[in-house]
């Protein structure tokens, strides 16, 4: 069933070294499964111990609060570093499951008896039982020396989902749009020039039936501009993706300022939250006018091969995100 649920999802989607790790998990469900032990431990993130010392590198087990209603668990804090980045600590699972939420409305992931939660300390309510699958696998995936936050794109974009975008939706929007007329897609080179008319013939190939769909889905024509600052675009189109902007859910909302934020252009993040670019398109966009100097002047080991494969895994994670939280692929 899970993989039905994944291949659903991820149709659209040719990413496939992305993808056969993703199906390789062995998933479970305490749904179908329920764990022998209680279920009502939680695994949060705190910047302080039980000695009340800086310590953002260690992993805190405590002791709960007595209550003779209830059956001897423990919970578990993680330090605020799991979100920058650093390795937290060591393995301190064995199985990862998921199951579905208490009131009935979504799913959470299970860290052998005791339940994932948000930085905040609240539970990890995932809207498919898809996405909580891929996150599951994501924590089945760390090492048992450490456990690595920077290799779980989809944990990180669900926080942000959840507690985040609920916060500061207004704000989201507002940044996206103070920096929409200086989309990538809207800087033109010059064709006049020598040096960048090979520019601009790649720009006219690739970029123009993006910007003819941009066109065609909003009705108003996006004005391009042979500046590296851009320049305004009209009023009926800024008001137009400000609108869509609006409608959007949380795990969209998320989703679409992460691959903005990555590929530096809102246009190719709405060409993929609307289906019109997949992953590697969006990549060839993004790294255009970079791809035609590596060409010419050669790649930089350790420089041009990292930039790339860290963008991969920014557009990839963010696109499988939005498909996975995607309800209406799964009723």
């Known amino acids: 069933m899970a ?8 149709k659209p989607i040719k990413h496939p070294n992305f993808l056969s790790s993703l199906r390789s998990f062995n998933f479970t469900s305490t749904a179908a499964n329920p764990s022998d032990g209680p279920s009502s431990s939680s695994f949060t993130f705190d910047n302080t111990n039980s000695n009340k010392e800086k310590d953002n590198s260690s992993i805190y087990l405590k002791p709960p609060t007595p209550d003779a209603s209830t059956e001897k668990t423990t919970s578990v804090t993680m ?8 390795i937290v600590g060591k393995r301190f699972y064995e199985k990862v499951t998921t199951r579905e939420s208490d009131d009935g409305v979504g799913w959470t992931v299970m860290l052998d008896y005791r339940t994932l939660k948000t930085p905040s300390k609240r539970p990890l ?5 898809a996405l909580a699958k891929a996150i599951a696998a994501e924590w089945e995936y760390q090492h048992t020396d450490g456990i690595r936050p920077f290799t779980m794109p989809l944990m990180k974009l669900a926080c942000t989902a959840l507690e985040r975008v609920p916060l500061t939706r207004t704000k989201i929007i507002e940044h996206l749009m103070k920096k929409f007329d200086q989309d990538l897609v809207f800087c033109r080179a010059p064709e006049d020039n020598t040096l960048t008319a090979g520019v601009h013939a790649r720009q006219v190939e690739k970029v123009d039936p993006l910007l003819a769909w941009l066109n065609s889905e909003f009705g108003f024509k996006p004005i391009v501009y042979s500046s590296f600052f851009g320049g305004k ?10 609108n869509l902007l609006k409608k959007t859910d949380d795990c969209e909302l998320a989703a679409i300022d992460a691959l903005a934020a990555a590929a530096h252009s809102l246009v190719i993040a709405l060409g993929i ?37 860290d963008l991969k ?8 995100f939005l498909g996975l939280s995607r309800k209406s692929l799964f009723d």
């Open 3 to 10: 993989a039905s649920l994944l291949n659903r999802a991820l």
């Open 125 to 129: 309510k995932l809207p498919t039982l």
């Open 273 to 309: 939250f609307r289906g019109k670019l997949q992953i590697e398109e969006a990549i060839e966009l993004i790294r255009l006018e970079e791809d035609l100097q590596v060409g010419k002047w050669g790649l930089v080991e350790g420089g041009h091969d990292v930039d790339i494969a």
């Open 313 to 320: 895994v920014q557009i990839a994670s963010a696109t499988v």
């Open 79 to 86: 330090p605020m570093s799991f979100m920058t980045g650093s």
């Open 233 to 242: 675009q009209g009023e009926g189109l800024t008001t137009a993706v400000v």
